[in-house]
Each structure stands twice: as C-alpha cells, then as structure tokens.
C-alpha cells in the first residue's frame, strides 16, 4: 500500500513537473488591454494513443517580466505635520525609514474625507466618478453621490489580478455602499469581488480597535478571549501570515497588499503603556508646538523657507485662554492620539520587516499615504468621550469627560479629541479632515521606496499629485497597460497619472495640472500652480456658511508662493479666480460632481435622500435565534419612531433565564430586550452616557414566554423621548419614560443579534459574546414599527 502511494505521489509530481515545464511563458504579446486575458482556443487532437499525443504548452498568465511586489499603505485621519519626516511631534521610525531609503512628496493630495479617498485611490479616478461624492452612509440618489461604484472604474487590484498577482486587502474597506452591506449581498462591490483574493478586516468607516466587528472574506470572525486583543495588531498577523505563505508557495508570483488600518480614525484605542509614553509632551498645547512644527519643517526642508504658519480657525481657542480641567482634558487626548500613531507607524513598520525577511523588500514598491485626508476635528472644540456623540449631535461638556481621564483611550471610551489638536497636526494649515478646498483636509505626508527603480535616497519631490495618480503608477511600475475592458465593461479612462517620471527627476515637469475639490460644498480649483477656493462650512458647523450659489467668499492663492495658503489674491486677479471658478465648474459637470449637495447629517437617514434601503417600505422585520452581524444599515429603522417588539422564549426546566433576548449597538449607544436573573427587562444606552431601564419584578418561569415591549415615541421632532412598557405573555410587568433617544446613528460597526451581544454590551450587566448568550431558546422575534 505504501509502495502504491508512493508511485501515485510520484506520478502527481511528474504531472506538475511537465504541466509547469508546458506552461506558456509570459509573453509581450499578451493583450493586457482587454481583461481577463482571453485564452487560446483549444485545438482538438486527432492521435488516439496519449502515449504518441504531445500535449500543447498549458496557458497561464502570469504578471510581466520584473514586475513589482506593491505594498499600499493608507493610514486614516492623520495630516501633513502627522509624522516625524514632515516635522511633526510624533515619532514614527517607519515612514522617516522609507523616506530616507527612497522619497518623500510634499505636495500630495487627498479628497479631504474617507470613502472618496479609497475609491479615488484604488481606482485612479476622481471620487464623484467612482459615485463616491462623500461616505458611504451618506450616499444620495443622485449619480456622483450613490456610494455605489459602477463596474467602469475597475480598481487596480482588479487589473493586478487579472495580470497574474496575488492580492490582499487588510483593516478599513468603506467602499460598499451602504445597503449592499449584509450577508444578504449582493458581494460585488466587497473587496473580495473588488479584486482582492484576501480580505480580512472591517467594512465601515470604522470600528472599535478592542472590540471590532470583522470578516474574513465574507465570513464573519469570531473573536478570541483575550484581554489584550487590538485589532490593529490582529490585522499585522493576518498580513504578515498572509505575504509569507504567498512567497512560500509561489515565490516568483508578485503580491499587491492593501493595508489600511482603521487608525487613527477615532475611537483613538491604545494600550495603556503606549499611552504612558507620551506623558506631558503636549502640556504647551498647540498654540506653541504649531510655531514649533513648522521651524523644524523648514528646517527639514519639506516646506521652503519662508512658509508663513497659517492662522487656525476662529472657532479654536488660544490654548492661553484655557481652564486648567480643559488643558487637562485635552493634554491627555492628545496624548492618546499620539500614542495611537506611533502604534501604527510601529505595525506598518512589521509588515515592512517581514517583506524583509524573506527577502523581497529589495523588489518591492512600498506606498505610504499616511492620511485618507487631513487630521480630524469632528471632536470639536472639547473632544469626545464617544464619537458617537459628534454623529447624533450632541456636544459633550469637560466635567463630563474629566470623569473618564484615566480611562482614556481604554475599552471604557469611544473618543476623539479637541478640534485643535486637528489643526496642530496639519501644520502649517488652517484647515482640516472635511475641507477640501484647503490644504490642511487635502495634503499628507507621503513617502515611496522602491529599490530595484528608485536610485535616489532621501529625497524631496514637490510636483502636484493626487490619490487619483496612485493606480496609474503601480500599473506603470508593474509594466502594465491601462485596459480599456474589465470583466466585460468598458472602462472610463483613468483621470490620474503616473509618478514615476519623478522617481528619477527631482525637477521632472508636473503631469497632474488640473484637479477639482469638492466636499459638503467645500470647493476648490487647483490649475498650473494656481488654487481658488471657498470655506463653505467647517467640520464642526452644523448648516453652511452660506448658499451654494453665492460666491462672494471665494479666495484665489499662488501655491508656487505661498505653500499655506496664507496671501489671497482675489482682489489683485479677479480675472484669475473667475477663469479657475468656471473651470471648477466645467471639472464639476465632467465628473458628476454636479448637484452639489452639503447636506451632512441628514444624509445619513435613507429615506432623507432616497438612498436604497434593505428595509425601504418595511414596517416589521421577523428573526429568530442565531441571526446575528446585522449592520445598522441593513436593520429596520427604528429611530424617532414608536415600535414594538415581540419575543417567543423558551426557558428549559432547572435554568435561570439570562442573557441577550435581541440588541442593537453597543457600549457607546444601542438598546437591548434581555433577562436578567430571571427577570425581563429592556435598556435604552443613549450614547453610553446616560442608560434607561424598563424592567419586570418577578422572575420568569420555565417553559415558554412571550415578552413584549413597546414605545410610544413622543413626536415632536428627532431625538425625543417616550414611554416603554413591558409585557409577559400580555401582562404589564414594567413601564417606565426613556427620555431622550439617538435620532442618527448608533455604531459605525456595532450590530443587531439576536440571543447575544457582539462586539461591546449594550446592557453591561449580562455583559457581551460568549457571557451575554442567552440560556434558552429564540424561536421568534419580530420588530414592528408604529
């Protein structure tokens, strides 16, 4: 029997061996146009013995001649000043590592907000093109804004693997359009079917880095019982795990990896020891350290001399005129914050030094963006100690978060921090995350080291680029066309190009001239070194600063000049600024940018903007026992509503009713049908600061049960409160007021399950996962709006 299995392994790889040695080699003549690459028709044989049969060379497609290995960085929410090598306060060994070993850009650009930076990035077209006008939760019914990317801007991803690479995406998706976000599908527009092989990571704008909700795949992940568990490092294990196996198994198949970390979107998570680190070093606040950061980026020579520190914004106050308790409160965040980019820079730094270790480094093209936009001041102007607060607009007061000091960045908080910590880590910028139309939402440090192509070591290029100009240079660098057909679909041609030229030219003549900015009705038009813009409203004004049509507050600057923005010219080149202002338009129209739309808050609500919902025209939703993993976005609606919910329990005999019965959200916002000891109850968590319970006195009884709540909602706007009351099989066990209830938004990745808790507990006292799993059966549930 051995000597029989040993003769089939043999004969196993004699077939590999000859397959491999027939296989077609990868030739110039392939039409990479046109993907996938079509396959030679089959010739039919007419030998009858296989043994006189020569079989014909095996087709195979497999990536050019010396093309790369591409490692994609893009880190969230961190601006210009946000590394050591453009003068920041923060350490970060990695990014100066691959500064100094190939080259930094100093004047790359973003869409100024998340998911159009993604899309624009991956797909080298601009960000309204790809439907992406704003986040996906914010998506419209109008084209440029559905959050819905059509087949014609096929991602580069795609094209890689299409032309014989193997491809990774890890940590933040938020490219699939709000409604398509369930096990429901449809999967097209997951990164699984947006030409990544793997994926392993989260699909929303962002999550909660202790307790995240992630997919591998499109399989959901169950998450181990560890105290210690940070998904940031989670993610580095999967990538590393991930890129050794490839080069393991086919060493001479180039990878792409995509890795993109929810940090340092908020909630700013970091372990306590990291955090520690930091203590006292912002203690000056950023008043000082702006001027301080910018001399050491003149210094650095990242910004030329002369460059004028741009006045913050109005609304942020001199750090001088500060209470003790505020300076206290806003030292310690950003001391978080600080500690969460280091964090970060330390993790892309461990999957840089396992390409290292298996010796690929030396060809492989690194990309780090570090920043999808500007640094982030949706904190406001005092931080947050749940961000949740900022999406249901609810502002938070310092004595208020003064108690949560300590825990700070810990499992206990979802926070952000004050608005001008934003403005310091854009240095030497006025504006931030948001603002398209300045260059602190817009520009970020980006860096570029590739060492079989880039000769030039610790270099500056300054020529305008874009996110849109990253597509075109990995295709440029791997030796590939541009196809003008994907999977069927004609494709729209890509809007950005390439860098390489820069690779070798320090004074290489700018390609990308021309590019258009809009967000929320931020707008900007950047041409030949000439930028007009208008601040139409800052991240932390809830209604514009005016009407769209209303063009009075335009500003025009020379960038060839003046790098922050700080001499407008408006009234010296009138002429100027209205030529740039009609080209935005022209730009605007050719890009579907066109109907402006700076509605922020109310996009979130689909049937607001006749976005697609899952539950459009439902009035009830039935569940049962294991349906867990229901984003928000693919849930009834139950907010500023009245409801009910009916629940079909089974309680065997011998056992203590406990756990989940049905909860949506979590620690920082939710509400959950549970049993308690034995008694039913109902919580209503308002934004983890304050918690409202509706609860029966007498336990209940072995066998089954139905349990109703029911709320009767206020009206009288959003947000408001009501009345709850409880009911065992049709009596009233419990009634109580929940006074104020969210009117926008629960969790960015919190959940809807039924008969446990995912993620962090709604109801901290049957707790979540394994603990919060209830003790008998859920045969039905139903919600049912009123």
Same mark, same amino acid.
């Given at each position: 029997?051995?000597?029989?299995?040993?003769?089939?392994?043999?004969?196993?790889?004699? #077939?590999?061996?000859?397959?491999?040695?027939?296989?077609?080699?990868?030739?110039?003549?392939?039409?990479?146009?046109?993907?996938p690459?079509?396959?030679?028709?089959?010739?039919?044989?007419?030998?009858?013995?296989?043994?006189?049969?020569?079989?014909?060379?095996?087709?195979?497609?497999t990536?050019?001649?010396?093309?790369?290995?591409?490692?994609?960085?893009?880190?969230?929410?961190?601006?210009?000043?946000?590394?050591?090598?453009?003068?920041?306060?923060?350490?970060t060994?990695?990014?100066?590592?691959?500064?100094?070993?190939?080259?930094?850009?100093?004047?790359?650009?973003?869409?100024?907000?998340?998911?159009?930076?993604?899309? #624009?990035?991956?797909?080298?077209?601009?960000?309204?093109?790809?439907?992406?006008?704003?986040?996906?939760?914010?998506?419209?019914?109008?084209?440029?804004?559905?959050?819905?990317?059509?087949?014609?801007?096929?991602?580069?991803?795609?094209?890689?693997?299409?032309?014989?690479?193997?491809?990774?995406?890890?940590?933040?998706?938020?490219?699939?359009? &709000?409604?398509?976000?369930?096990?429901?599908?449809?999967?097209?527009?997951?990164?699984?079917?947006?030409?990544?092989?793997?994926?392993?990571?989260?699909?929303?704008?962002?999550?909660?880095?202790?307790?995240?909700?992630?997919?591998?795949?499109?399989?959901?992940?169950?998450?181990?019982?560890?105290?210690?568990y940070?998904?940031?490092?989670?993610?580095?294990?999967?990538?590393?795990?991930?890129?050794?196996?490839?080069?393991?198994?086919?060493?001479?198949?180039?990878?792409?990896?995509?890795?993109?970390?929810?940090?340092?979107?908020?909630?700013?998570?970091?372990?306590?020891?990291?955090?520690?680190?930091?203590?006292?070093?912002? *203690?000056?606040?950023?008043?000082a350290?702006?001027?301080?950061?910018?001399?050491?980026?003149?210094?650095?020579?990242?910004?030329?001399?002369?460059?004028?520190?741009?006045?913050?914004?109005? #609304?942020?106050?001199?750090?001088?005129?500060?209470?003790?308790?505020e300076?206290?409160?806003?030292?310690?965040?950003?001391?978080?914050?600080?500690?969460?980019?280091?964090?970060?820079?330390?993790?892309?730094?461990?999957?840089?030094?396992?390409?290292?270790?298996?010796?690929?480094?030396?060809?492989?093209?690194?990309?780090?963006?570090?920043?999808?936009?500007?640094?982030?001041?949706?904190?406001?102007?005092?931080?947050?100690?749940?961000?949740?607060?900022?999406?249901?607009?609810?502002?938070?007061?310092?004595?208020?978060?003064?108690?949560?000091?300590?825990?700070?960045?810990?499992?206990?908080?979802?926070?952000?921090?004050?608005?001008?910590?934003?403005?310091?880590?854009?240095?030497?910028?006025?504006?931030?995350?948001?603002v398209?139309?300045?260059?602190?939402?817009?520009k970020?440090?980006?860096?570029?080291?590739?060492?079989?192509?880039?000769? &030039?070591?610790?270099?500056?290029?300054?020529?305008?680029?874009?996110?849109?100009?990253?597509?075109?240079?990995?295709?440029?660098?791997?030796?590939?066309?541009?196809?003008?057909?994907v999977?069927? @679909?004609?494709?729209?041609?890509?809007?950005? @190009?390439?860098?390489?030229?820069?690779?070798?030219?320090?004074?290489?003549? *700018?390609?990308?001239?021309?590019?258009?900015?809009?967000?929320?009705?931020?707008?900007?038009?950047?041409h030949?070194?000439?930028?007009?813009?208008?601040?139409?409203?800052?991240?932390?004004?809830?209604?514009?600063?005016?009407?769209?049509?209303?063009?009075?507050?335009?500003?025009?600057y020379?960038?060839?000049?003046?790098?922050?923005?700080?001499?407008?010219?408006?009234?010296?080149?009138?002429?100027?600024?209205?030529?740039?202002?009609?080209?935005?338009?022209?730009?605007?129209?050719?890009?579907?940018?066109?109907?402006?739309?700076?509605r922020?808050?109310?996009?979130?609500?689909?049937?607001m903007?006749?976005r697609?919902?899952?539950?459009a025209?439902?009035?009830?939703?039935?569940?049962?026992?294991?349906?867990?993993?229901i984003?928000?976005?693919?849930?009834?609606?139950?907010?500023?509503?009245?409801?009910?919910?009916?629940?079909?329990?089974?309680?065997?005999?011998?056992?203590?009713?406990?756990?989940?019965?049905?909860?949506?959200?979590?620690?920082?916002?939710?509400?959950?049908?549970?049993?308690?000891?034995?008694?039913?109850?109902?919580?209503?968590?308002f934004?983890?600061?304050?918690?409202?319970?509706?609860?029966?006195?007498?336990?209940?009884?072995?066998?089954?049960?139905?349990?109703?709540?029911?709320? &009767?909602?206020?009206?009288?706007?959003l947000?408001?409160?009501?009345?709850?009351?409880?009911?065992?099989?049709?009596?009233?066990v419990?009634?109580?007021?929940?006074?104020?209830?969210?009117?926008?938004?629960?969790?960015?990745?919190?959940?809807?399950?039924?008969?446990?808790?995912?993620?962090?507990?709604?109801?901290?006292?049957?707790?979540?996962?394994?603990?919060?799993?209830?003790?008998?059966?859920?045969?039905?549930?139903?919600?049912?709006?009123?």
């Amino acid at each position: 029997m051995k000597f029989r299995k040993s003769l089939l392994a043999l004969g196993l790889l004699m #077939a590999v061996w000859v397959s491999e040695s027939n296989a077609q080699k990868p030739s110039d003549s392939l039409d990479r146009t046109v993907l996938p690459i079509m396959e030679p028709a089959r010739q039919a044989s007419t030998e009858l013995d296989v043994r006189k049969a020569t079989p014909p060379p095996r087709f195979a497609v497999t990536a050019p001649q010396g093309a790369p290995n591409v490692l994609l960085v893009l880190v969230d929410d961190l601006g210009f000043a946000g590394t050591s090598t453009f003068g920041g306060p923060v350490t970060t060994p990695t990014f100066d590592r691959i500064a100094r070993a190939g080259l930094k850009f100093n004047n790359f650009h973003t869409t100024a907000v998340c998911s159009p930076t993604r899309a #624009a990035l991956k797909s080298g077209r601009n960000h309204h093109v790809c439907n992406m006008g704003a986040i996906i939760e914010m998506g419209t019914a109008f084209p440029g804004n559905t959050g819905q990317i059509p087949d014609s801007v096929a991602p580069v991803a795609e094209m890689l693997r299409l032309n014989g690479y193997a491809t990774a995406a890890f940590g933040k998706w938020h490219e699939t359009a &709000a409604w398509e976000a369930s096990t429901a599908g449809p999967f097209d527009r997951w990164p699984t079917r947006q030409g990544f092989d793997k994926f392993y990571g989260f699909l929303g704008g962002e999550t909660n880095q202790w307790a995240p909700f992630i997919y591998d795949g499109t399989h959901q992940v169950e998450l181990p019982e560890d105290p210690n568990y940070h998904f940031l490092t989670d993610m580095t294990d999967q990538s590393v795990a991930w890129i050794r196996y490839q080069k393991a198994l086919t060493p001479d198949k180039p990878f792409f990896v995509y890795y993109a970390p929810g940090a340092t979107h908020a909630p700013h998570h970091v372990p306590a020891d990291r955090i520690a680190r930091w203590k006292g070093k912002f *203690d000056q606040g950023w008043d000082a350290m702006r001027e301080q950061i910018l001399a050491r980026q003149i210094e650095l020579g990242v910004v030329p001399k002369g460059t004028k520190l741009a006045p913050k914004p109005e #609304a942020i106050p001199d750090w001088d005129s500060l209470s003790a308790d505020e300076r206290r409160l806003f030292t310690r965040q950003a001391e978080v914050f600080a500690a969460f980019v280091e964090m970060t820079d330390h993790e892309i730094g461990r999957v840089i030094d396992a390409i290292e270790q298996i010796g690929q480094l030396d060809d492989t093209l690194v990309i780090l963006v570090y920043g999808d936009n500007g640094t982030s001041a949706e904190g406001g102007r005092n931080g947050m100690f749940s961000e949740m607060t900022y999406f249901n607009g609810v502002q938070e007061t310092v004595p208020d978060m003064l108690k949560f000091l300590d825990k700070w960045g810990g499992p206990e908080t979802y926070p952000h921090m004050a608005a001008g910590w934003a403005v310091m880590f854009d240095t030497p910028f006025t504006w931030t995350k948001q603002v398209a139309s300045d260059h602190g939402g817009t520009k970020v440090g980006t860096a570029i080291q590739w060492p079989k192509g880039i000769k &030039a070591k610790g270099e500056l290029r300054t020529q305008f680029h874009h996110v849109i100009d990253v597509a075109p240079t990995i295709l440029e660098a791997a030796g590939l066309p541009e196809p003008k057909i994907v999977n069927g @679909v004609k494709q729209r041609p890509m809007d950005g @190009v390439s860098m390489v030229d820069t690779f070798a030219d320090a004074k290489a003549n *700018d390609r990308h001239v021309t590019q258009y900015f809009e967000m929320f009705g931020n707008r900007a038009m950047y041409h030949d070194g000439w930028f007009a813009r208008t601040i139409h409203r800052a991240p932390w004004e809830a209604k514009p600063r005016r009407p769209l049509d209303d063009d009075s507050a335009w500003e025009l600057y020379d960038t060839r000049t003046d790098f922050s923005l700080v001499n407008n010219l408006a009234a010296e080149h009138p002429e100027k600024l209205k030529e740039l202002q009609t080209l935005f338009l022209t730009e605007a129209e050719e890009n579907f940018a066109l109907p402006i739309d700076d509605r922020v808050f109310e996009r979130i609500l689909a049937e607001m903007v006749g976005r697609p919902d899952l539950m459009a025209g439902r009035t009830s939703i039935t569940l049962a026992e294991g349906m867990t993993g229901i984003s928000e976005n693919a849930f009834l609606s139950l907010k500023n509503k009245s409801k009910t919910i009916t629940a079909e329990i089974e309680v065997p005999e011998g056992v203590v009713a406990n756990g989940a019965i049905i909860v949506q959200g979590g620690r920082f916002g939710g509400w959950g049908l549970y049993v308690h000891d034995g008694l039913p109850a109902y919580d209503y968590n308002f934004l983890g600061l304050e918690r409202f319970t509706v609860a029966a006195q007498e336990k209940l009884k072995p066998g089954k049960s139905t349990i109703r709540f029911e709320f &009767a909602y206020d009206g009288g706007g959003l947000g408001k409160g009501g009345t709850g009351s409880l009911y065992v099989d049709d009596k009233k066990v419990g009634e109580g007021r929940i006074e104020r209830t969210q009117p926008t938004l629960f969790s960015a990745d919190e959940t809807a399950d039924v008969g446990i808790d995912l993620a962090t507990p709604v109801v901290e006292v049957i707790g979540a996962e394994r603990k919060s799993k209830f003790t008998g059966r859920i045969p039905k549930v139903s919600v049912e709006l009123k």
